[in-house]
C-alpha cells in the first residue's frame, strides 16, 4: 500500500492552490442554522462542507444529531451553494443513506475507528466505491488501530482513502481536549506517505483560540488540509460550542496560515527545513512537558520528605541516576558531558521546588 500511485489521486485532481478545507458545524441542528452557515462558507477556500448528522456522544443524554432528516439538508447545501458535502458515518445504514443523498466525502469517526467490527461493516458495505473516505484516528494513541481501519478500506478496493489526526484521549488533564501525539502522526505519515492527511483542531484542541495554533504546527509538517468546525453562533451550538469558530474567523485564519508547500520562490531548502524545524517543536514540547512532570513529582518527594524529617539531598540515589543516565545518553549518541550538565540542571530545580516545600 505504501507505493500505491492511486491513493493521492483524488486530491492532485483538486489541484488546489492551499490546503484541502473541510469546515461546517459540529452537527446539523435545523435546515435554516446548515443552509446559514454554509452561505457565509461559499465564498471562501472550502472544499467540502461538513456537518455530522448522526453524533456519538461519548456520553447518553446529549443531542445526538437529526438523523437522516439533515442529509436533505445537506443536499440543498450543495444545490444552494455548489460546495461538495461531508458527513461521518457509523455503520452500514449510515453509509447507505450518505451515498443515496449524494453526500460526496464520508468520514469514519475516532469511536468507530477503535472497532474492527465497525471498520470492516464499513469496508464491506462501501466495496468498490470511489467516494473519498477519510479515517479518523481512534481515540486511543494506538497506530496499528488506525492504519488497521485504512488497511481494511484499501483491501475492499476503496482508493480514495485519507486520514483525519483529530487527537488523543488522555487520562491526564492537558492543555488540549484530545492530546495531538504529533509523534505518532508523525509516524503515520512515514507509513503511508502517499495517504492525503488531514488535521482536525477543533477536535485536539477543544478551544477556538488555540486553532489557529495546531493548524499551522500541521501545515509545518506538511498535512495535506484541515478541518474546522465552523458555526455562525458557536457559543449556542447544540455540540461542541467551545471550539467552533465564525466563517468569518475561519476565513482570517485560513489568510494567516503560512502555506508552505513548495513554490517556485519557496525551494525544496525551505520546506524541508519548515518541515524539520516544526518536528524539533513538537519534540520540545514534549520536553517540557515531561519536565514539567518531573518536578511535580518531586514536589510529591519533597511533601514526603519533610513530613518524615528527611535530608534534600540524597547522595547516593542522585549518583545511580547519573551512572544510569550517562549510559543510557550514550546509546543514544549523547556525550557525557552532555547528559552530566542537562541532570545537574535538572536536579538543582528539583532542589530548588523541594527546599521552597520543605520551607513552606
Ligand atoms: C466530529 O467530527 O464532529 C466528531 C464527532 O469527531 P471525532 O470522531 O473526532 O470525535
Ligand atoms: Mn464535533
Not at 113 to 118: A, C, E, G, H, Y
Not at 209 to 225: E, H, K, P, R, W
Request: hydrophobic share 35%; glycine share 6%.
Amino acid at each position: 500500500m505504501k507505493n500505491s500511485p492511486e491513493l493521492r489521486t483524488w486530491l492532485d485532481d483538486m489541484k488546489l492552490s492551499h490546503p484541502l478545507v473541510i469546515a461546517g458545524p459540529c452537527s446539523a441542528e435545523t435546515e435554516e442554522q446548515v443552509l446559514k452557515i454554509a452561505h457565509e462558507l461559499k465564498d471562501s477556500d472550502v472544499n467540502y462542507y461538513r456537518a455530522g448528522i448522526w453524533k456519538p456522544r461519548t456520553r447518553p443524554g446529549n443531542f445526538e444529531g437529526v438523523g437522516a432528516l439533515g442529509l436533505k439538508w445537506l443536499k440543498k447545501v450543495k444545490e444552494e451553494t455548489g460546495m461538495k458535502t461531508c458527513t461521518e458515518v457509523a455503520n452500514k445504514n449510515h453509509v447507505e443513506l450518505a451515498i443515496e443523498n449524494d453526500v460526496d466525502l464520508l468520514w469514519i469517526g475516532a469511536r468507530s475507528t477503535v472497532s474492527p467490527f465497525i471498520m470492516q461493516e464499513i469496508a464491506d458495505v462501501l466495496e468498490g466505491t470511489d467516494k473519498i473516505v477519510l479515517v479518523k484516528n481512534p481515540v486511543n494513541p494506538d497506530l496499528a488501530l488506525w492504519l488497521g481501519g485504512i488497511e481494511r478500506l484499501y483491501s475492499a478496493n476503496i482508493k480514495n482513502l485519507g486520514a483525519i489526526h483529530r487527537g488523543f484521549s488522555t487520562y491526564d488533564k492537558t492543555k488540549y481536549r484530545n492530546n495531538p501525539e504529533w509523534q505518532l502522526a508523525i509516524e503515520f505519515q512515514d507509513k503511508f506517505p502517499d495517504l492525503p492527511l488531514i488535521c482536525d483542531p477543533s477536535h485536539i484542541t477543544g478551544k477556538r483560540d488555540m486553532i489557529f495554533d495546531v493548524s499551522q504546527t500541521a501545515l509545518d509538517l506538511n498535512y495535506d488540509g484541515l478541518m474546522i468546525e465552523t458555526h455562525t453562533d458557536p457559543d449556542n451550538a447544540w455540540s461542541d460550542a467551545a471550539q467552533q469558530v465564525t466563517p468569518s474567523r475561519l476565513k482570517q485564519i485560513m489568510e494567516d496560515l503560512k502555506i508552505r508547500k513548495e513554490t517556485e520562490t519557496d525551494s525544496n531548502y525551505r520546506t524541508s527545513l519548515e518541515n524539520l524545524r516544526a518536528q524539533i517543536n513538537v519534540v520540545d514540547d514534549q520536553l517540557i512537558e515531561l519536565l514539567g512532570k518531573r518536578m511535580k513529582v518531586a514536589d510529591k518527594i519533597g511533601e514526603l520528605k519533610k513530613e518524615n524529617n528527611v535530608a534534600v539531598l540524597q547522595s547516593r540515589r542522585w549518583n545511580e541516576i547519573l551512572g544510569k543516565m550517562v549510559l543510557e545518553g550514550e546509546q543514544k549518541g549523547l556525550s557525557e558531558e552532555f547528559v552530566l550538565r542537562m541532570f545537574k540542571a535538572i536536579h538543582q530545580e528539583s532542589i530548588n521546588h523541594q527546599e521552597k516545600i520543605i520551607k513552606e
